[in-house]
Structures are given as C-alpha cells and as structure tokens.
C-alpha cells in the first residue's frame, strides 16, 4: 500500500489490506516457518538502516540545498 512498500522493503510480507484471507495465509506461514521469521529480521535489520537519524537529516539537507 502506497509508501509501506518503501519502508519495509524485502524484509516484510506485504499483502491487499482489502484481502481477509490473503491476511490469514500470510500470518498463518509466518507463524509456521521459523526460517522466514529469521530472514525477516535480518533483512529488517539491515532495511532499517536506510533510515537513521544521520541519513535522514542528510537527506532533508539535500533538499534544502537543492532549492537554496
């Protein structure tokens, strides 16, 4: 859904918020396999630092010295 996209990544399991059953598949095989869970969080870790606080101030920055 719009900018979730972004900010999960490859690390999240995205489905149609619309979609009751496509929810329930997707919880029911996290739930279940131990080995997705782990890639999740590495690949979670690792997309969460796209965002720290230094990167994001020096992203906002950039906008602003790109219409001083």
Same mark, same amino acid.
Request: glycine share 8%; net charge neutral; with cysteine.
């Given at each position: 859904? &719009?900018? *979730? ?9 995205f ?7 496509e929810?329930?598949?997707? @919880? ?7 080995? *997705?869970?782990? @890639? @999740? ?12 606080? &230094?990167?994001?101030?020096a992203?906002?920055m950039?906008v602003?010295?790109?219409i001083?």
């Amino acid at each position: 859904v &719009s900018g *979730l996209t972004e900010v999960g990544g490859d690390a999240a399991c995205f489905v149609d918020p619309g979609q009751a059953e496509e929810i329930a598949v997707a @919880m029911k095989k996290i739930v279940a396999d131990a080995a *997705l869970v782990i @890639m @999740m969080k590495e690949k979670g870790w690792r997309h969460a630092q796209n965002f720290t606080p &230094s990167k994001c101030a020096a992203g906002v920055m950039n906008v602003y010295k790109s219409i001083w």
